[in-house]
């Protein structure tokens, strides 16, 4: 069978659509099947102002971001990822510390 | 001078005082003694910049976790400066983040940051997207066979995907549900990702070979027989059944316009 037209055979759509249904198993249909849309609530950080628990906002006068600079090192989960890079060599993830 | 431009002037010192601590308060802000106009606006500033950092933590769980507290917090305000808000809506905030980490030289040992940041951004808009009724595949069967050339599938509007060189679906998978994470192996291939939202809950499913090429033929209006088609084209093992079952089942197909 040639693939090279535009449109495939209609024999084939007719027997991909029979395998797509015989293989079919809705996984939506029990997912929040019995949730109800809940307004008034907004997921953490997507309101205006991140509740920290009372009802002032995140920030406080002696937080100082800007001591940040890049002396952190990364304590995430990066360093048990192993992938393959573009140029075809592999490598563990890590984060240097930057200096400067 | 209008009031108009010195309000224009005001606002832009204000932004790029906000934005960068060295630069000075505006005269016109809080005029009692400079020690409180300093530590009065220290306090804006830094809710400013806890409330993003907060909103990108949130969008962007999973790289939040892979590189840690300290050091997403360090990384995001890196971004806050580079691409401050331009909307006043929250929601929207965030959206280049991926394009940020691609020239972000501290993370340059993690060639997956950027795609997985594009799929957590995906995971965002499809949260926000219109609700849509879904189809079912059944309906597939109730057509005349003959008329199967004609059909158009229409995505539902929270459904998009992703094709990465990196297996980013298998890596958000471990960091969002396992305690303790999985190691993988560099010899994992790309996976191409369906993310939709049926009803209330964002799914990300894996897709076949082509499925993406398939996906975005849809998109623009090709019929199920030339999207497919083009899927062919692209890559040979493309299998039409298994692609179609994927979507159907995620419920990112939300009508089939019979012509």
């Known amino acids: 069978m040639s693939y090279r037209s535009q449109n495939l055979a209609l024999a084939a759509l007719a027997t991909a659509v029979g395998a797509a249904i015989a293989i079919s198993s809705p996984a939506s249909a029990q997912q929040s099947a019995d949730k109800e849309r809940c307004y008034g609530i907004s997921m953490a950080g997507k309101n205006d102002c991140a509740s920290t628990g009372n009802n002032s906002c995140a920030g406080t006068a002696k937080m100082d971001f800007d001591k940040g600079a890049w002396k952190y090192v990364a304590k995430g989960t990066c360093t048990s990822m192993q992938v393959k890079l573009k140029d075809g060599s592999s490598r563990m993830g890590a984060l240097m510390p930057i200096k400067g | ?259």
């Not at chain 2, 804006?44 to 300290?70: C, F, K, S």
């Not at chain 2, 960091?175 to 190691?183: G, M």
């Not at chain 2, 964002?202 to 199920?224: K, N, R, S």
């Open chain 2, 1 to 259: 001078m209008s009031a108009y431009s010195d309000l224009t002037l005001l606002q832009q010192q204000f932004t790029a005082a906000l934005l960068a601590p060295s630069t000075q308060i505006p005269a016109a802000i809080a005029p009692t003694d400079e020690a409180k106009r300093q530590k009065r606006f220290n306090v804006y500033r830094n809710n400013m910049h806890a409330g993003l950092v907060a909103a990108l933590g949130a969008r962007y769980p999973v790289i939040l976790r892979l590189v840690g507290d300290e050091f997403f917090q360090a990384m995001a305000l890196a971004f806050i400066r580079q691409e401050p808000p331009t909307s006043p809506i929250l929601a929207e905030y965030g959206a280049h983040f991926a394009r940020f980490l691609e020239t972000f030289e501290p993370t340059a040992d993690l060639p997956y940051l950027p795609d997985m940041a594009r799929l957590e951004w995906l995971r965002h808009l499809a949260y926000h997207a219109p609700d849509s009724p879904i189809a079912a595949i059944a309906e597939l069967a109730s057509l005349a066979p003959e008329k199967l050339g004609e059909i158009r599938l229409h995505l539902h509007p929270a459904a998009s995907h992703l094709a990465s060189d990196y297996p980013v679906l298998t890596i958000w998978q471990t960091n969002t549900h396992d305690a303790t994470v999985q190691p993988i192996s560099a010899d994992r291939p790309g996976e191409t990702t369906l993310i939709t939202r049926p009803k209330l809950d964002v799914l990300l499913c894996p897709l076949p070979i082509g499925a993406g090429i398939f996906i975005t033929a849809l998109a623009e209006g090709e019929t199920m027989s030339q999207a497919a088609a083009s899927a062919l084209a692209d890559a040979a093992s493309f299998d039409l059944a298994k692609t179609l079952a994927a979507l159907f089942d995620a419920g990112a197909i939300s009508h089939i316009q019979p012509d």
